[in-house]
């Protein structure tokens, strides 16, 4: 059974697609912590984050640095955080969230269908501009 993650990547699930190569896949969080929190995710289908190999921890690092930037470009802040955390989801991903402070990580916002629209397309018109 694919996982929810996979689903999503194949198109069988909606999501709000932030950036996207032949390895990797970068969409909002449905429950965001902050406006721009992405959750960037490989394509092949791994459980635990150090599962992955080597090439591709390296190779999702940078795809996320692109994301992070894309980011912070369309919602100004201090530093976009990344946490692996991996336990709702049983497929390897990372975290990306704009804050200007911890104290932005320990709340939770709501935005509209149409919010997340053009959170998505901001950042991932910033992502493909950085190539």
């Known amino acids: 059974m694919a996982t929810l993650f996979t689903r999503i990547i ?13 390895q990797f896949y970068a969409f909002l969080d449905i429950n965001p912590i902050r406006q721009g929190h992405t959750l ?37 802040c201090k530093k976009v955080s990344q946490a692996v955390i991996g ?22 916002t709501t935005l509209s269908p149409e919010q997340m629209q053009a959170t998505a ?3 991932l018109q910033n992502f493909e501009n950085d190539k």
């Open 10 to 22: 194949k198109g069988e699930i909606p999501s709000y697609k932030c950036a996207e190569n032949d």
């Open 40 to 76: 960037v995710v490989p394509k092949r289908e791994v459980d635990y984050f150090f599962d992955l190999t080597d090439e591709e921890i390296g190779a999702m690092q940078v795809f996320a640095k692109r994301v992070a930037k894309a980011i912070k470009e369309a919602f100004p």
């Open 87 to 108: 336990l709702d989801v049983d497929h390897a991903h990372i975290h990306l969230v704009p804050i200007n402070s911890e104290q932005d990580l320990r709340q939770r």
């Open 121 to 123: 397309e901001a950042i």
